[in-house]
Structures are given as C-alpha cells and as structure tokens.
C-alpha cells in the first residue's frame, strides 16, 4: 500500500471512528483472571508468576473515542517473561476528526523489568493550550527522553528522542497558526510536514501545505494547495527492481510527468511527460521513444525503424 493510501485510509478511519464512538477491547486470555495494571498502578506477583512459563508477548489494548466534544483515549499493556511495557494517550478536544482544537492531551510510557513491581524507567507529557510540560525518568532504562516546553496559544515544542528514532512538534497560536513537525527513524524513514497556517488542521492544509515523506523506498513531496494538489506534487514507489515516479504540477494541468524503470536494466520501461496530464509531449513506450498527441503514442527515431523492420 502506497504512503498516500495508507494515510488516506488512517484519516477516514480515524474521521469515522471519531464522528460515531467506540469502544474497542482486545485482551490476551491471560488478562481474564489477572487484568493489566491501570496508569500509576502497580504489577501484582500473579501476574508476574503467569508470564513466566511462556515464551510469547501477552498485550491488553483498550480504546475509546466519542464526539461531540471529541474524545480519544489509548491504553495498552504489553508483559512477557522477560519485562513489561505500557503506554497510555487521551486527548480532548473542543472540535472533532476535521478540525483539532485541543484543551487537553496527555501521554505516558513506562517499563518494567522482569518482577518489578514498579517501573524502572517513565516519561510524561502533559499539554494543554495554557501550559505544555514533559519529563523523563531514567531515559536510559526506557529508551526515549521526552522534552516539551512553552505556552501553545503563543508558542510551543514537543520532541523526544524515542526507541525507534526522533520527533519534533513547533506551534504557533495553538491550532490556529503555524506549525511544522519533523521525525527520523533510526531505519532511515522519515520527514517532515509543515503549514504557515494550521487553522485547526484540515483548513490549513487546504490553504497550505509542504512535505516531503520517505518510507523504505518510497517518497512523497508536496507544496501547495489542496494537500498540493494545487501546487506541485512528487511521488516515487519501488517494489523489488521496478521504480514507479509521478510529478504534477496543478493537478497535472500545467505539466504532469510518469514514468516506469527497471533497475535491474537501468533503462525506462514508459514514460510520459507534458503538460494535460500527459496529452502532449514526450515520452517512451516500452523503452522506444515517442511523442505523444492527444495521448496517443507516436514512435520516433530507433524505435520507429525497429517497428518498420518487424513489419
């Protein structure tokens, strides 16, 4: 599944879940006799005494969104013979999946090691629009560090050095004004997403948006309107030795580029480039040069006497 699709459907589930409400419960068997600690509580023996016989990871992850005011909560457990980890997230918000006016956001992680009790390591991040605050307890047990200060109706930060890589949070008037995010992953994916006015989220990224994604081997980079559809547009996927590109410029209209290679061969399978989506311009047809009118491909040069010869 491509980046765009993959957050095209993130957004929708998250626009339906947040504009009906659920509750959603997925527990190990385990948790039947022995349910998962609460945020601040302790891991009793039993539990502890349950785990140790197995070999495999038991999780309790429970869910929770409403509307109207928006409301979502994350709690999830993880223990296996070896240690524990937890993480919880809430977020309340006086607009809905559309448009995000936060007055309150928490998130905490914790780990244990084998038996604790209590953990070892923690890290807390607190953010309302009148204050925004994190703090870190043994960052080196729990692998992340959380950093966090300002007032976000001015301005505000939010970052951390995390297990799996880094992330960065810059706002401006709370939802309203200008925001730019940024994370690295220690595998090399990462970006960055940014908006001279955020407007509660999905306003601003109409008026405005720049990004530029990458995830394995593909990427995604857009400026402009409409998520920069209006504006300029640049996608790039790789499955095993094929590489597929696309570039638009206002949806294509002023210039519009596609194109297929092979790695493997080092050459370009198809090709399209010109301005109406492809209408006019140049391109190539199973590597053979052509120009094209009307869309229809027309073979020049080599590629035309080759097919005059197989004829």
């Avoid at 891991?43 to 005011?69: F, Y």
């Avoid at 297990?163 to 939802?175: A, C, E, Q």
């Avoid at 499955?239 to 061969?265: A, E, P």
């Amino acid at each position: 599944m491509s980046l765009r699709r993959t957050a095209t459907f993130a957004f929708l589930l998250l626009l339906v879940l947040g504009s009906v409400g659920c509750s959603i419960i997925d527990d190990d068997k385990i948790f039947a006799d022995f349910p998962a600690p609460g945020p601040g509580e302790m891991i009793n023996s039993e539990l502890w005494d349950q785990v140790e016989g197995t070999d495999s990871v038991h999780r309790s992850s429970h869910a929770k969104t409403w509307p109207l005011p928006w409301f979502f909560s994350l709690h999830d457990f993880a223990i296996s013979r070896e240690a524990a980890s937890r993480f919880d997230f809430a977020w309340y918000d006086l607009g809905n999946p559309l448009i995000f006016l936060p007055v309150y956001v928490s998130a905490g992680q914790a780990f244990y090691e084998a038996g604790d009790h209590e953990p070892i390591g923690e890290a807390h991040l607190f953010w309302t629009p009148f204050w925004t605050s994190a703090k870190t307890r043994n960052p080196q047990a729990l692998g992340s560090n959380l950093n966090a200060w300002g007032v976000p109706l001015f301005v505000s930060h939010v970052g951390g050095n995390l297990r799996n890589g880094d992330f960065s949070l810059t706002n401006i008037l709370w939802t309203l004004g200008p925001m730019v995010m940024s994370y690295e992953t220690k595998s090399g994916n990462g970006g960055y997403v940014a908006t001279p006015f955020l407007l509660g989220g999905l306003l601003g990224s109409i008026l405005w948006a720049d990004f530029d994604i990458r995830e394995d081997q593909n990427r995604i980079i857009g400026h402009g309107p409409l998520f920069s559809y209006l504006g300029y547009s640049d996608v790039t996927s790789q499955y095993r030795h094929k590489v597929k590109k696309q570039r638009m410029v206002i949806l294509g209209i002023l210039w519009f580029d596609r194109s297929l290679s092979d790695l493997k061969k080092n050459q370009v399978i198809n090709s399209s480039h010109g301005p109406l989506w492809g209408m006019f311009g140049w391109g190539r047809k199973n590597t053979a040069p052509t120009v094209r009118f009307l869309w229809i491909p027309i073979r020049v040069g080599s590629g035309a006497a080759e097919e005059g010869q197989r004829q």
